[in-house]
């Protein structure tokens, strides 16, 4: 009788340090995500921003172009007018 108390203490440890593994495992692939999904947002909101600087950028040098007349570019050495 003593014996089968021992066994069933040692399957009911067994059990707990199963469950103590796998829910260690759970915490660690969780924080794993977590800075993943954190480490994107930052990238994500990172490349917004930029994208709204160029935008400006791009803006304002769409107005200069506007202004400039048309230049000829078929002039160079590589078109062969002769």
Partial sequence: ??????????????????????????????IFFGVLLCLGVRKSHKLKKENKRLEALNTASSEDDDDKPYKDFRQGHLYDNK
């Fill in 1 to 30: 009788m003593k014996s089968l108390s021992n066994l069933h203490i040692f399957l009911i440890k067994t059990h707990f340090l199963h469950q103590k593994a796998t829910v260690f495992t759970l915490i660690v692939v969780l």
